[in-house]
């Protein structure tokens, strides 16, 4: 078993591909696909390598679990790309592999990639969750509209070349007080889960970008309170919510560690703290799943 030339030594899942021209007689255009983490689950970012073991490939386009991969070929010849597993994925998750080889070889596939359980904690109630009324058709309205705005962001950063090379940091060194995924359980049912992930601080202080971006929205949104969404293009997008205020403006380029807002309180939200988003497309997933990758593998971004 061969491991792709930046990943080699490293742990990786590896599956082998044998595809077209074995019916025809034709050359069989050979790949693998190597996935990081080796083990995934449910809101993992995925690192995905396309390799070619013989010609080459001269296009690649692909989907996991229906979204959009954006690949990326480097010096080597290999593909490159970030995908994300669904919080309500389970087994496993199919991935489209959409190919042109050297030679003119065109070939379709899918695999499934193994979905790991999640070790996701669940917090159960005593009490029941506060219904609150059914919301307001001007309300709901108004949410519809936010999270439509969001999707858009998601879309921009599908159609945005990557800014970021190296891995991303944290937007705040605090504990991190609630979990990716934490269900919220009453009466044995789950309610809610949290896609996202919380960090501790008091209001007024720094929230900063944890790689680099483009700030692509700076709202007041029902629930997230004062938000900032960054797209750091190549598809994957953060977000940032309940800050007591924005210290960027929509168009800012920022760079990891820029000062991008404030901690607070707003939005539906008890206490200050920071809820930190990660998505790669429309899909919402663990930010801390971004520290078990190798992001760079990627390379710096082209100019
Ligand atoms: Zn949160």
Request: net charge neutral; aromatic share 6%.
């Amino acid at each position: 078993m061969t491991m792709p030339g930046p990943h080699r030594g490293s742990a990786l899942a590896l599956t082998v591909l044998l595809l077209g021209g074995l019916d025809t007689g034709g050359p069989a255009l050979e790949i693998d696909v190597a996935f990081l983490p080796v083990e995934p689950k449910p809101g993992s970012f995925l690192q995905l390598t396309v390799s070619p073991r013989s010609s080459t490939i001269r296009s690649l386009h692909g989907t996991l679990g229906g979204q959009t991969v954006i690949f990326e070929r480097d010096s080597l010849g290999l593909w490159m790309g970030l995908a994300g597993i669904p919080v309500s994925a389970t087994d496993s998750i199919p991935l489209t592999l959409d190919l042109e080889g050297a030679d003119g070889v065109v070939v379709d596939t899918m695999v499934y990639l193994p979905v790991h359980p999640s070790d996701f904690v669940v917090e159960r109630l005593s009490v029941a969750p506060r219904f609150s009324a059914r919301p307001d058709s001007a309300l709901a309205a108004r949410v519809q509209r936010e999270i439509a705005r969001a999707g858009e962001v998601s879309d921009e950063a599908l159609a945005t070349r990557r800014m970021w090379s190296a891995p991303f940091a944290r937007p705040r060194s605090t504990r991190v007080t609630s979990r990716y995924g934490t269900g919220r359980e009453f009466n044995g049912v789950i309610q809610s889960r949290h896609l996202g992930v919380d960090l501790a601080g008091t209001t007024g202080e720094v929230v900063r970008a944890p790689n680099r971006g483009v700030v692509a929205l700076v709202d007041r949104f029902y629930y997230g309170g004062n938000v900032v969404y960054l797209n750091h293009g190549a598809g994957l997008v953060t977000a940032y919510m309940h800050l007591s205020e924005a210290l960027v403006t929509v168009g800012d380029t920022v760079r990891a560690g820029t000062p991008i807002g404030r901690v607070g309180a707003t939005g539906r939200v008890t206490g200050a703290h920071l809820h930190w988003v990660a998505r790669y497309g429309r899909v919402t997933l663990d930010p801390l799943s971004l520290e078990g990758l190798q992001l760079e593998a990627f390379g710096a971004p082209a100019e």
